[in-house]
Each structure stands twice: as C-alpha cells, then as structure tokens.
C-alpha cells in the first residue's frame, strides 16, 4: 500500500505493491517516484485511480495494472452498475497499451464479479466482499476462480473474432 520501501518489499519476496489506494494516497510526484523504484527492482504495480482523469495520467506512468474505484463504490453494497467500463479501457490502452485495468469498488458478489468482467476488465477486486464473508479464504476462491473463467471467455472471443478478421480485443476496449 506504499508503506514500506520496495527493496524491503523484494527483501520480503513479494512479488508487487499496490499504491495510491483511497485508504493511503498519495501525491502524484511520490506516486511517480514509487511507481518507477518499484518497477526498478523488479515489482509488478498495481495504482488505484478513483477517476478517470486520475487513471489517465496514473497509465502515463507505465504501471503494470490501473485499479480505477471510484470512492464512492468503495465498500458499496454491491450491484453497482459500471457503464464507464468500456471507455476507460479504450482511453488507457490508447495511452500504454500494455498495462491492464481492473475495476472494483464494491464487488461483494459473483454477479458483481461477472458484470465487471463483462464490461472488458482485465481483472477485479474485492475486498471488502471477501473479508466480511463468513469464510472470507472460500470466498477468495469463488472469486478468483469467477475472474478466471471471465478472462478465459473473454480470450476465447477474441480468438474467436481474430480468426474470422473482426479483431475485437477486450483487453484493448
């Protein structure tokens, strides 16, 4: 959560950080100095944006994954409907193609999980539909294994629409 120093987190055999989360933000220019020590020993990034123009120049910086929440949805009910999905993919992928953009904020069920995912996310969180869970580990699972089997659909459609020449990549959208 950018509370302890990169090397520490290489030290501690952690494979990535997650910065900038509405629970510990940070300044852009600290962010862009975390972002760049992170990458520099070897981290994945995960940054959280809360909007679009934040998510923006957060893909300026090269992470590998933008978090958008938005604030509001954050420990939300669940059922939240997304519809910017689709065009803060596209907006990201035309800054850095290569970096992934997951949506959260609360996602508590597995509809949510799918709604997310259909929408053209690379991927989703959710934390606090896991630890308010009564078995938050199998929960976890369920999760994980929903995200899973989204993404896979979304490969099979895009090999399936690749193959006839109507390339329609969800991870570009």
Same mark, same amino acid.
């Given at each position: 959560?950018g ?7 290489? +030290?501690a055999s952690?494979d990535?950080?997650?910065l900038? %989360? ?36 957060i ?6 994954v ?7 949805l954050?420990? %939300? ?12 993919n %596209?907006?990201?992928?035309e ?7 997951? %949506?959260?904020g609360?996602v508590? !069920?597995?509809? +949510?999980?799918?709604r ?18 009564? +078995? ?15 993404? +896979? ?10 193959? !006839? ?6 991870q570009r959208r």
């Amino acid at each position: 959560m950018g509370a302890v120093i990169a090397e520490s987190l290489v +030290d501690a055999s952690a494979d990535g950080v997650m910065l900038n %989360h509405a629970s510990c933000p940070m300044e852009f220019e600290e962010l862009s100095a975390a972002v760049d020590r992170a990458s520099g020993n070897g981290l994945q990034t995960i940054v959280c944006a809360g909007d679009l123009g934040q998510a923006i120049s957060i893909a300026r910086l090269r992470p590998t994954v933008v978090l958008f929440e938005p604030p509001e949805l954050i420990g %939300h009910a669940g059922g939240a409907s997304r519809p910017w999905i689709a065009e803060a993919n %596209h907006r990201l992928k035309e800054i850095n193609p290569d970096t992934l953009v997951m %949506h959260a904020g609360g996602v508590v !069920t597995l509809a +949510d999980v799918s709604r997310v995912m259909e929408g053209g996310a690379s991927g989703t969180g959710a934390t606090s539909g896991v630890v308010r869970a009564p +078995d938050p580990s199998e929960k976890a699972r369920r999760f994980i294994a929903a995200v899973r089997r989204e993404w +896979d659909l979304q490969q099979a459609a895009f090999r399936r629409s690749a193959a !006839t020449g109507e390339s329609d990549d969800p991870q570009r959208r």
